[in-house]
């Protein structure tokens, strides 16, 4: 992990790093793009026969394995799974439903004008797929933090894919209720959601993060069907002038494990918070060969001249998960996937159990959104209703409008209902 500063002689060599940072998602993405394109257009035309293929390259799948997890697999892998992690999937279960249903947005309406009323209606989208990565680790909280949400939504049709699923990610498939879940994964796995097999139907936004392969599908698919985001390797930024070094440390090692890709950054004015931090960074990383890897990489101590600098360029980063020192922080916040605050609350809470979802914005796109939520899965409808007294009295300024714009069909429909 280096240290850069941001002001004096340094200035230029951090310029450079941050503005690299800035591309970060476009470039990643390109570098596995011709790769990825391959593979969803063999998907695309070969069907289940590319998906058994890829799994049996990639996944060490045997071909004749069926592509669809049966309920059966999904309750023996429950029974199987100790009480403990049991009650842990429980217990995220239910605070992410409660957080979801707090999310959800209900129909209104609104009368401006005697007559007039307008408003929304709410409806869940009928199909998604939920993604969950399987590589490295098994991620079973990232099939509940999909599947819920979709859940709460009223979705009818839920479809997972993962590689290789574990046991665990099975067991959480089967506390879910899911009925669909298939063995695949990669960008496959995103062209059969997107495009359809034999076996698996299309659907109609496709959810989850994932690798690189499956962030530059994603974006390839995104032109017929819908995705949330995306979701690419794990971003962390602690920004803070006054944390403890062993805690900010401890969390930045926490998510750099998750990928070589992922990206570590404290930004801090205080020099001895930076050296401190970036010593434990060391320290805490020696028998962890995939965190120090991604900290060799990626790793940065940014050494601002004031707090208010530090406060701007973590905005500028966007990144996916924020950490700050207190509530107060909030107030400069402005671009990050989510934020957590204080020395006693770790990032791992929010990855697991607390309830917000762990799928956020990287690549800088938490400029433009926040997490995955319950509004990924619905469609908020406008509705509008006139009386005949109503569109005598307003029709009138549709019509200037329409005219102005030279639009005499917008304004004869509108004349002609007048009478």
Not at 42 to 68: H, M, N, T, Y
Not at 71 to 87: G, V
Not at 107 to 112: A, D, E, H, I, T
Not at 160 to 187: D, H, N, Q
Request: hydrophobic share 40%; aromatic share 4%.
């Amino acid at each position: 992990m280096k240290i850069l500063k941001t002001f004096g002689d340094g200035a230029s060599a951090a310029e450079a790093v941050l503005q690299q940072l800035e591309r970060r998602g476009a470039v990643n993405t390109a570098r596995v793009e011709p790769v990825v394109r391959n593979i969803l257009d063999k998907v695309r035309s070969a069907g289940d026969s590319a998906l058994r293929s890829f799994a049996a390259e990639f996944d060490g799948i045997c071909v004749d394995q069926p592509l669809l997890v049966s309920r059966e697999e999904m309750q023996e892998a429950w029974e199987t799974t100790s009480e403990e992690l049991r009650a842990a999937m429980r217990l995220a279960q239910a605070n992410i439903r409660a957080f979801a249903e707090k999310q959800l947005p209900h129909g209104w309406s609104l009368r401006p004008s005697e007559g007039m009323e307008v408003g929304q209606i709410v409806r869940p989208l009928q199909s998604v797929g939920c993604y969950v990565p399987g590589g490295r680790y098994p991620l079973p909280s990232t099939l509940l933090m999909t599947a819920t949400p979709a859940q709460v939504a009223g979705v009818e049709r839920i479809a997972v894919c993962s590689p290789k699923p574990a046991r665990e990610t099975m067991a959480a498939a089967y506390l879910a209720g899911i009925i669909e879940f298939y063995r695949v994964g990669g960008a496959q796995a995103i062209a059969a959601l997107a495009y359809g097999t034999e076996t698996i139907a299309p659907v109609d936004r496709i959810v989850g993060p994932g690798n690189l392969y499956v962030t530059a599908a994603k974006l390839a698919v995104s032109h017929h069907t819908g995705i949330d985001m995306p979701a690419g390797p794990t971003e962390i930024i602690v920004t803070s002038e006054a944390g403890d070094a062993t805690g900010i440390a401890a969390d930045l090692v926490a998510q750099a494990e998750h990928d070589p890709e992922a990206l570590a950054i404290l930004i801090t004015s205080q020099p001895d918070l930076a050296e401190e931090v970036v010593l434990e960074v060391k320290r805490q990383s020696q028998n962890n060969p995939l965190a120090l890897q991604s900290l060799a990489q990626q790793g940065f101590a940014f050494l601002t001249r004031t707090p208010e600098a530090a406060h701007a360029l973590t905005n500028r980063l966007a990144p996916e998960h924020l950490s700050v020192d207190t509530g107060a922080d909030l107030r400069w916040v402005k671009n990050a996937g989510s934020v957590f605050i204080g020395h006693h609350t770790p990032q791992s809470m929010g990855d697991y159990v607390s309830g917000p979802n762990h799928v956020l914005p990287t690549g800088r796109n938490g400029r433009i959104r926040g997490g995955l939520s319950v509004l990924d899965f619905v469609k908020i409808i406008t509705v509008q209703h006139y009386t005949l007294e109503a569109l005598r009295e307003i029709g009138p300024h549709t019509i200037a409008l329409a005219e102005a714009e030279g639009l005499k069909g917008h304004a004869e429909s509108v004349r002609v209902r007048m009478r």
